[in-house]
């Protein structure tokens, strides 16, 4: 469910013609409704209405512009981030810092000092090497982090290979069968409180069974951590849960059917839960809004050639990733296209053979749930400015990320001396 619809054949973001800010703001652009990021949190909340005092911390790496941090810091959501950047534009968006989780499988010790300093929630280790890092650090500064090991259940999440992350195989956390030793060794070092476990498998995750099985398998190692001695007061969950992409297959479980599942596995767990949500909070609440420069015959199919690139929303030509392409303004007619981007590799291509709302040159065209990895993975590939982005609240709408000018690339670029 999001508020991009159609009044009187225009698509609007809430109240507001997409025509209009692309008029006054140019496109490429990702416009974000604010109404769709509120109504996420209050199903994922509703969700886990059965769960005690669950932690929400949004995964920042989805979408970490401000004003998205900033709308979910009002609702109390906490975040997970991955870097001291990420740490950083939380907490500059008024996330309190006791709500902060750490993840990310190469913390320096920078990055470990900064949260330390910051008095984040918990940070999830990734090693052994890790912890002891960590406990140099903490112990340093006299401090004592709260941590817990992110394991790796070894299941394959079923998505797709390049988001996969809970194989045995996968360079992420630490296998769940050699947890009490590594809990064992962690009890041992200074500046370290291992107070909880976590689990992440993968993102986009379609179906909930191997989600249920990682759980399962958390649920049982906290029992051998308590038998061992161990205090377990969280069990972080991750994040992954799927949204609905293209409305011709199946659509992913439901935020409901994820909350009854983990109410069902973790019942008589004795911790806190905390999620790591991101796609299922802001994919639907944007979109990449373009326009066709021209429409090119093909030798087949025509090429629509639009305004954004895979360096604007790379996820199609890195994952494969379907997104939902839809005239702004359609006139009733449609054709089979392929869409392209202007940057010059074949990987360029958002959909071949598309049916899709006939455009022609001028025409704007949305491409839809793009509000997560979307603009947060833009580059500027072919000097192309990072895209903007812009944030729609009712009828009233924002530039919430400038264009960047192509002379601020210039700009941070340096001659050598001999030059
Ligand atoms: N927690 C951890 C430790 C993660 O690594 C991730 C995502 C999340 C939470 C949030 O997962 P979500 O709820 O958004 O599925 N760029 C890819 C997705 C990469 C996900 C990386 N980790 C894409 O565009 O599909």
Same mark, same amino acid.
């Given at each position: ?36 990021? &509120? ?17 929400? /911390?949004? $995964? ?35 996330? +309190? ?19 330390? %300093? &910051? ?8 090693? @052994?090497?890790? /912890? ?37 195989? %996968? ?12 809990? $064992? ?16 498998? =993968?993102?986009?995750?379609? %179906? ?31 994040? =992954? ?10 659509? +992913? ?19 806190? @839960? ?22 090119? /015959? =093909?030798?087949?199919? +025509? ?41 010059? &590799? ?10 899709? %709302? ?15 990895? =979307? ?10 400015? @990072? ?23 210039? /700009? ?8």
């Amino acid at each position: 469910m999001n508020h991009f619809e159609f009044k009187d054949g225009v698509m609007h973001a809430e109240d507001v013609p997409l025509p209009q800010i692309a008029a006054e703001a140019g496109t490429p652009i990702y416009v974000y409704s604010a109404a769709t990021i &509120e109504r996420h949190v209050r199903v994922f909340r509703e969700a886990l209405a059965g769960v005690d005092d669950p932690l929400i /911390a949004f $995964a920042v790496k989805s979408n970490p512009n401000a004003a998205v941090l900033a709308t979910l810091a009002r609702l109390g959501l906490g975040a997970d981030v991955v870097s001291g950047g990420e740490l950083r534009r939380a907490l500059a968006a008024g996330i +309190p810092a006791e709500k902060i989780v750490f993840s990310g499988v190469g913390k320096t010790a920078e990055e470990m000092a900064l949260g330390l %300093d &910051e008095g984040i929630g918990q940070f999830n280790l990734e090693s @052994l090497e890790e /912890a002891e890092t960590l406990s140099e650090v903490a112990s340093a500064r006299g401090v004592t982090a709260r941590v817990a090991f992110r394991v790796n259940p070894d299941v394959d999440a079923g998505t797709h290979s390049k988001i996969s992350t809970g194989r045995a195989d %996968d360079k992420f956390g630490i296998a769940i069968d050699r947890a009490p030793d590594a809990y $064992a060794r962690v009890a041992t070092l200074p500046g370290l409180d291992p107070v909880g476990v976590a689990v992440h498998i =993968g993102s986009q995750l379609t %179906d909930l069974a191997p989600s249920r099985a990682a759980f399962l398998r958390v649920g049982q190692l906290i029992a051998t951590l308590r038998a061992a001695g161990h205090t377990i007061l969280t069990a972080d969950l991750g994040g =992954g849960l799927g949204v609905p992409y293209n409305p011709a297959v199946p659509a +992913p479980p439901t935020p409901a059917a994820y909350g009854a599942m983990v109410q069902d596995v973790t019942a008589g767990w004795n911790v806190r @839960l905390i999620f790591e949500p991101g796609r299922v909070i802001v994919g639907n609440a944007g979109i990449l809004l373009t326009r066709v420069i021209r429409v090119k /015959a =093909g030798k087949n199919d +025509p090429f629509v050639v639009v305004d954004a690139g895979m360096n604007d929303l790379l996820r199609p030509s890195l994952y494969d990733a379907w997104h939902d392409i839809q005239a702004v303004a359609p006139q009733g007619e449609h054709f089979r296209a392929n869409i392209v981007g202007p940057i010059c &590799e074949t990987g360029d291509t958002f959909a071949r053979t598309r049916e899709m %709302d006939q455009v022609v040159a001028g025409d704007l065209v949305a491409f839809m749930t793009a509000g997560a990895y =979307g603009a947060t993975m833009a580059n500027t590939y072919n000097s192309r400015g @990072l895209v903007p982005e812009a944030m729609v609240s009712e009828d009233r709408w924002a530039i919430v990320r400038d264009r960047q000018p192509i002379e601020a690339l210039i /700009a941070a670029d340096r001659l050598p001396p001999w030059l």
